[in-house]
Nanobody, 120 residues
Framework: QVQLVESGGGLVQPGGSLRLSCAAS????????MSWYRQAPGKERELVAA????????NYADSVKGRFTISRDNAKNTVYLQMNSLKPEDTAVYYC?????????????WGQGTQVTVSS
């Protein structure tokens, strides 16, 4: 069974840091691009950060550039999101996503999400 299990969410003060983890199983992790999305109440789900399955290149939403870092450990089938200098507007449910496939066959998997709350 394909699974993406997230951990590391919680309550932090503005300016604080948090590291999210997403443990994957049931598929060949190293062949999938991984990403983090987030969704705040009343807002659309947005891409926060992504990392490729090839050379490990990354991209980030403008709102988190310079503050967040995505990384992956293929040996552990885990993707991370290091979040620094957190702001109240970062409050959201954060979701782990895996994207891959061969040729015309495309697949994507989602985690259940983990709550991040930034508040004083």
């Amino acid at each position: 069974q394909v699974q993406l299990v997230e951990s590391g969410g919680g309550l932090v003060q503005p300016g604080g840091s948090l590291r999210l983890s997403c443990a994957a199983s049931g598929f060949t992790f190293s062949r999938y691009a991984m990403s983090w999305y987030r969704q705040a109440p009343g807002k659309e789900r947005e891409l926060v950060a992504a990392i490729t399955s090839t050379d490990g290149s990354t991209n980030y939403a403008d709102s988190v550039k310079g503050r967040f870092t995505i990384s992956r450990d293929n040996a552990k089938n885990t993707v991370y999101l290091q979040m620094n200098s957190l702001k109240p507007e970062d409050t959201a449910v954060y979701y782990c996503n895996a994207k891959g496939g061969v040729g015309a066959i495309k697949v994507a998997y989602w985690g259940q999400g983990t709550q991040v709350t930034v508040s004083s």
